[in-house]
């Protein structure tokens, strides 16, 4: 088969499509053959050893994805050959070669059915991201538990992956959803995807801006993807008790933090980690996802479908700032 082999830590510039053998499905395992998969920043920091995984080389990225059951390993009676699936989060492209090949081995606990009525394109490019949303918006209760109805969501990169997720299940809890995009046009689909307001974190009054419109309110939660300079200025929205749900890095590090912008109003900061779902919990808030998806008649949005032999152009397009999610066609 071929694949897109990971031989440095030298960045994404020098990953090498070459052919390799056929990996085989071990026990508790099934081979799939990838029709779409789907990209993650989290891919382009591993080329660059930025992630805590520093898998051995040659590497395969790849941790999204669909694909046909060609076959399975012994004892496996729940996944057939023929079926076509999707993968959801767990060591695939991140311990073991992931979806950047023609062929992937997963852990049959890691696949999913494609939900009734999504394109195998909205399915491939959607557990990671939907996933990671889900803890975002859910992790401040005991048990896990939605924000109440009415509170305010404050989503930064609210146009990439994890952003897109947080706008539509944070509009299926019943929030009022404020998305924030650097891009005027990429506001205006955020809007059709339900996001009440939508400004621009560039606005140097945006403290104001969102407050002025928010008024009464201030943020209740914030899901935050973007970090760098605006962090200070999201914690500065944040009501008594708010809290920030912290996923990413796009922007680079907060240059400076005082933490005296906790504590008056008692505000939380709790870091996001999609990696921490056990198998259980991802399948278990997966079937939510989608179930809450359902009720509001939204689906995953795909930003660009890139052929297999443009995986680096796919990633060139990632760093540019998608509007959802971007996928390489690798079969069918
Ligand atoms: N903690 C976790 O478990 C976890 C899981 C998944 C992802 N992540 C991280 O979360 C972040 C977002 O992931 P994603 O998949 O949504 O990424 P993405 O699809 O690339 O989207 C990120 C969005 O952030 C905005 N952005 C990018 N660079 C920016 C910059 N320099 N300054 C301000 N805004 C910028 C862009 O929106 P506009 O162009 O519209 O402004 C872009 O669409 C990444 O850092 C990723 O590694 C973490």
Not at 32 to 47: K, S, W
Not at 120 to 144: I, K, N, R, S, V
Not at 230 to 236: H, L, T, Y
Request: with cysteine.
């Amino acid at each position: 088969m071929r694949a897109w082999l990971m031989e440095s830590y030298d960045g994404f510039e020098k990953l090498r499509l070459a052919e390799v053998a056929d990996p085989e499905p071990g026990p508790g395992l099934a081979l799939l053959r990838v029709r779409f998969a789907g990209l993650n920043p989290a891919d382009a920091f591993l080329t660059r050893g930025m992630y805590p995984a520093k898998p051995s080389l040659p590497h395969v990225l790849g941790r999204d994805g669909v694909g046909d059951v060609l076959a399975v390993g012994t004892n496996v009676t729940t996944v057939h050959a023929g079926e076509t699936v999707g993968i959801l989060r767990g060591v695939t492209g991140v311990e073991v070669w992931g979806t950047l090949a023609e062929k992937v081995v997963v852990p049959i606990t890691d696949l999913v059915a494609v939900p009734p009525g999504w394109t195998l394109e909205e399915m491939a490019g959607a557990p990671l991201t939907f996933l990671t949303a889900w803890q975002a918006l859910t992790q401040w209760g005991d048990p896990p538990s939605p924000p109440d109805s009415g509170s305010v969501l404050l989503v930064t990169g609210a146009s990439g992956g994890v952003g897109v997720a947080s706008v539509l299940l944070g509009k299926s809890m019943g929030l009022t959803v404020v998305a924030l995009s650097r891009s005027a046009e990429k506001g205006a689909r955020l809007k059709d995807l339900g996001a009440d307001f939508v400004f621009n974190p560039e606005d140097p009054h945006l403290r104001k801006t969102v407050l002025a419109g928010i008024a009464p309110n201030k943020v209740d939660l914030a899901v935050d993807n973007v970090g760098g300079a605006q962090f200070n200025e999201v914690i500065a929205m944040l009501g008594y008790r708010g809290r920030i749900s912290v996923v990413g890095r796009s922007g680079g590090v907060v240059p400076e933090f005082n933490t005296a912008m906790l504590f008056f109003r008692r505000n939380r900061i709790g870091g996001v980690s999609v990696g921490d779902y056990a198998r259980e919990a991802a399948q278990a808030s997966w079937k939510e996802i989608c179930r809450r998806l359902d009720a509001i008649g939204k689906r995953p949005v795909v930003d660009s479908v890139f052929r297999f032999e443009e995986v680096k152009e796919a990633f060139a397009r990632l760093a540019r700032g998608p509007m959802g999610k971007v996928l390489i066609r690798v079969a069918g």
